[in-house]
């Protein structure tokens, strides 16, 4: 018979990868807990209207990457990102009624049809944040603050933090009208995906990743509006009060102004964290200010401000955790013995084991040194006396105790 096996560009996240993964997810709980953030979870699924609206239909996610079905003649599409759905929440739940700012974490996986490569998948995790209500440039600064502090909680360095501001639409609209201007002699050069980027969201050739597009957009007359300083005034402050609290917090940056970032509803600042540890996938957070999403999908005008972190990618940088062992492991020949024995530990919040096959004693000691910390002898002796023979597997120290003592011993 054929086996069935996983599915390209998803994978098995196995009980040894586990330690890493249960370290990810306490330590955002925490780092974001610290915040004030809450946890919020939203469906795996969404109504494809949701990302076409709210990531934009000229991204290469909504055009390419979507996992889009039908179901009861409705589209549904499995979610590429989470900001659509906690914003779709948000608003659903009456959210901009709660005292700002409302700030938001998740963690979960996402699905997104793309070619499977070294720290790419089609199925992965993000763990993420939202802060809604607050447009003033500290929001921004605590943001980048929050996934910097989380990336050093997991013991992450080596990581650059690059910042650009995109601007509002009104002065992104004279940017983008110049950019098109001086790209316009090199159109039949650029590739076909940056040939529809120029007509329906030309800020995207910044990101295009194709040599021959970026050998174009290195000629000194592009860079020169690349790196001209087209956003206006409101925005420029804005930009200079973040940069002002990131030294204030001691927050390393670069500013990279061909970072304009995947999706269409961004707006002033956008961030990215590379790791310098990965290969060409290298980038583990990516974030920015979405100040008029929320309003876009029929909710009251609030700004916000989020990121996302690629679980797969951070998973690969911790340096490997431990398996944390069972504390007891029961070794007996009476079974209704060492069940309630176990049980009785269990109750008492400490991980406990016996042998379920009544295999002989020196097997189930074996069996116990692999897995355990501690065996616990309940052998015919032991029982007549009402006692317990407890063996550190460490140190194969050995002791009596009395069956009441035994929550004082293991404590
Ligand atoms: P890229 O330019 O690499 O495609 P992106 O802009 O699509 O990135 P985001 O949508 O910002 O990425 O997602 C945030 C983070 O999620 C990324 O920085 C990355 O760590 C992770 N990520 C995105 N897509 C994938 C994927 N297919 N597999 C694994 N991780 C991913
Ligand atoms: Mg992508």
Known sequence: M??????????????????????????????????????????????????????????????????????????????????????????????????????????????????PQAGRQRQFHQVGVEVFGISQPTADAEVILMATNYLKALGLNDLSVEINSLGCPKCRETFKTKLKEVIKPYYSELCP??????????????????????????????????????????????????????????????????????????????????????????????????DSLVKNLGGEDTPAIGFAMGMERLASLISSKEDIKTTAFIIGNNMAESIKLTEYLRDNGITAEFDLTNKKFVKQLEKASKTAKYALILGEDELAKNEVTVKNLETSEQVSVKKENILAVLN
């Open 2 to 115: 054929t086996i069935i096996k996983v599915q390209k560009g998803t994978k098995d996240i196995l009980p040894a990868d586990m330690p890493i993964w249960h370290f990810m997810e306490e330590k955002a709980k925490e780092v974001f807990t610290k915040y004030g953030a809450k946890e919020i979870r939203t469906p795996i699924f969404e109504a494809t209207e949701l990302f076409a609206r709210g990531v934009g239909d000229t991204t290469d996610i909504v055009n390419k990457e979507m996992y889009t079905f039908e179901k009861s003649e409705r589209s549904l599409t499995l979610r590429p990102e989470n900001t659509a759905g906690v914003v779709r929440s948000f608003i659903e739940n009456g959210m901009h009624r709660l005292s700002a700012p409302v700030k938001l974490w998740y963690k979960g996986p996402m699905f997104r049809y793309e070619r």
């Open 193 to 290: 995906d940056c040939q529809s980027r120029y007509e329906k969201n030309p800020l995207r050739l910044l990101d295009c990743k194709v040599p021959e597009c970026k050998e174009i957009f290195a000629k000194s007359e592009i860079q020169e509006v690349i790196q001209s300083d087209f956003i206006c005034e409101d925005c420029a402050n804005h930009f200079n009060e973040l940069k002002d609290y990131l030294n204030i917090l001691g927050i390393k940056y670069s500013i990279n102004k061909l970072l304009v970032r995947g999706l269409d509803y961004y707006n002033r600042t956008v961030f990215e964290i590379t790791s310098n540890n990965l290969g060409s996938q290298n980038a583990v957070c990516g974030g920015g200010r979405y």
